[in-house]
């Protein structure tokens, strides 16, 4: 957890862990499935080298991992269910009315062909093709803290079509194939359903490309920050289908506006930024912009993204939303780094959604616990090289 920590901080730890866990463990029938999940937790936030079934059950001191083995493949629990009482505690603790969704999928590499999912295809953690199981991920970022809220196992075509393999690794008839944008949608109806407080939604342009996500997040008024290619096009004054390249091309120089669209892991973030306004008919109270992203090191380097606002948001706040877009990566190499994340050894997919929800309860509370120091004041705590991100309210 960056550092040696105390036994009294360790012990503090465990026991607001234990505070969280009660919140779900009315979704364990028996003790002994309730002990071992807190058991698991603890497992992944211990500081091992290696978290598997065997090292998490010797943290805990079983005497091998059949208990650990049974939490995730056996016993009978509702997986969703414990998520829903994890966003139920992140939102009365991170909650924020202009807080951020983000959406981002990141990849788990695998040997072999029965994981749940598996098979070679790109991976963004790798930045090539690999044999992995890929997830796709919703993020909640608010002026106290960001973690993962919402998780989905992307099934390729390759598994969806073979329902005997299906079968074999859990995945239910029911279960039928849906692109990454489909499960983006989906989590995303899912935050608003249940009320999460937010006002934008963010996502790169795997996920912002996609015209009728876009469409529909306008027609439920979700304000959003969508990253997009260069070849996307828009409706304006001149074209109904104008390139996002050739639109920002003839800016003149006053247009572009040098600005930090947060930190980064070397320090703030800085480019330069333009917008345009499009889409010409709307509501008088929103408006409709293109948003470019211009290396100053390499001017020829833009990045492009559509928004949809209200009337009255800056050109700053547009950017510190695609900013946002980054905490998500943070989320990924914290959970990987401290929670387990990616540290699991179970094929099927019932126990992938297990391990994974259990990983980012870990994530949640450690993300609340820093967001408490940070009221209070410097700690042991401080030693974690994680913190939370601002909210776009809060940019300059």
Same mark, same amino acid.
């Given at each position: 957890?960056?550092?040696?920590?105390?036994?009294?901080?360790?012990?503090? @730890?465990?026991?607001?862990?234990?505070?969280?866990?009660?919140?779900?463990?009315?979704?364990?029938?028996?003790?002994?499935?309730?002990?071992?999940?807190?058991?698991?937790?603890?497992?992944?936030?211990?500081?091992?080298?290696?978290?598997?079934?065997?090292?998490?059950?010797?943290?805990?001191?079983?005497?091998?991992?059949? !208990?650990?083995?049974?939490?995730?493949?056996?016993?009978?629990?509702?997986?969703?269910?414990?998520?829903?009482?994890?966003?139920?505690?992140?939102?009365?603790?991170?909650?924020?009315?202009?807080?951020?969704?983000?959406?981002?999928?990141?990849?788990?590499?695998?040997?072999?062909?029965?994981?749940?999912?598996?098979?070679?295809?790109?991976?963004?953690?790798?930045?090539?093709?690999?044999?992995?199981?890929?997830?796709?991920?919703?993020?909640?970022?608010?002026?106290?803290?960001?973690?993962?809220?919402?998780?989905?196992?992307?099934?390729?075509?390759?598994?969806?079509?073979?329902?005997?393999?299906?079968?074999?690794?859990?995945?239910?008839?029911?279960?039928?194939?849906?692109?990454?944008?489909?499960?983006?949608?989906?989590?995303? !109806?899912?935050?608003?359903?249940?009320?999460?407080?937010?006002? @934008?939604?963010?996502?790169?342009?795997?996920?912002?490309? =996609?015209?009728?996500?876009?469409? %529909?997040? %306008?027609?439920?008024?979700?304000?959003?920050?969508?990253?997009?290619?260069?070849?996307?096009?828009?409706?304006?004054?001149?074209?109904?289908?104008?390139?996002?390249?050739?639109?920002?091309?003839?800016?003149?120089?006053?247009? @572009?506006?040098?600005?930090?669209?947060?930190?980064?892991?070397?320090?703030?973030?800085?480019?330069?930024?333009?917008?345009?306004?499009?889409?010409? @008919?709307?509501?008088?109270?929103?408006?409709?912009?293109?948003?470019?992203?211009? =290396?100053?090191?390499?001017?020829?380097?833009?990045?492009?993204?559509?928004?949809?606002?209200?009337?009255?948001?800056?050109?700053?706040?547009?950017?510190?939303?695609?900013?946002?877009?980054?905490?998500? %990566?943070?989320?990924?190499?914290?959970?990987?780094?401290?929670?387990?994340?990616?540290?699991?050894?179970?094929? !099927?997919?019932?126990?992938?959604?297990?391990?994974?929800?259990?990983?980012?309860?870990?994530?949640?509370?450690?993300?609340?616990?820093?967001?408490?120091?940070?009221?209070?004041?410097?700690?042991?705590?401080?030693?974690?090289?994680?913190?939370?991100?601002?909210?776009?309210?809060?940019?300059?």
């Amino acid at each position: 957890m960056g550092g040696d920590i105390s036994e009294v901080d360790a012990r503090r @730890w465990s026991d607001g862990l234990a505070d969280l866990h009660e919140r779900f463990a009315h979704r364990f029938a028996r003790s002994e499935s309730r002990e071992s999940a807190l058991a698991y937790m603890r497992g992944l936030l211990a500081p091992l080298e290696r978290k598997n079934g065997w090292t998490v059950a010797e943290e805990a001191g079983h005497g091998g991992p059949d !208990r650990i083995q049974r939490l995730l493949n056996r016993i009978d629990w509702d997986a969703d269910r414990v998520l829903d009482d994890v966003r139920g505690y992140v939102v009365e603790h991170l909650a924020d009315p202009c807080g951020v969704l983000i959406v981002d999928d990141t990849g788990f590499l695998k040997k072999g062909v029965r994981s749940a999912g598996v098979q070679r295809q790109y991976s963004g953690t790798a930045g090539r093709t690999e044999n992995c199981q890929v997830g796709v991920f919703l993020a909640y970022s608010s002026e106290l803290g960001r973690t993962l809220i919402d998780r989905a196992l992307y099934l390729p075509k390759s598994w969806t079509d073979d329902r005997v393999r299906c079968r074999t690794a859990g995945i239910g008839d029911e279960v039928e194939f849906a692109t990454k944008v489909q499960l983006a949608r989906a989590m995303v !109806r899912r935050a608003i359903d249940d009320k999460i407080p937010f006002r @934008w939604v963010t996502a790169d342009a795997g996920y912002g490309y =996609s015209k009728g996500w876009r469409y %529909e997040l %306008e027609q439920a008024d979700v304000f959003h920050v969508m990253a997009t290619t260069s070849h996307d096009t828009v409706v304006t004054w001149q074209a109904m289908d104008h390139r996002l390249h050739d639109l920002v091309a003839g800016l003149p120089r006053q247009r @572009w506006k040098r600005r930090s669209c947060g930190e980064g892991a070397h320090g703030l973030r800085i480019y330069d930024w333009a917008r345009v306004e499009v889409r010409p @008919w709307h509501r008088p109270d929103r408006r409709h912009w293109v948003l470019a992203r211009r =290396s100053i090191s390499d001017p020829t380097k833009v990045a492009y993204y559509i928004a949809y606002a209200p009337a009255e948001a800056t050109l700053n706040e547009l950017i510190a939303v695609a900013g946002a877009r980054w905490a998500i %990566e943070e989320c990924f190499q914290t959970a990987k780094g401290q929670c387990g994340l990616d540290d699991y050894q179970v094929r !099927r997919h019932p126990g992938w959604y297990r391990h994974i929800t259990l990983a980012m309860a870990a994530h949640a509370y450690l993300t609340v616990v820093r967001a408490q120091q940070i009221e209070k004041g410097p700690d042991p705590l401080e030693r974690q090289t994680w913190y939370p991100s601002p909210s776009p309210r809060s940019a300059g």
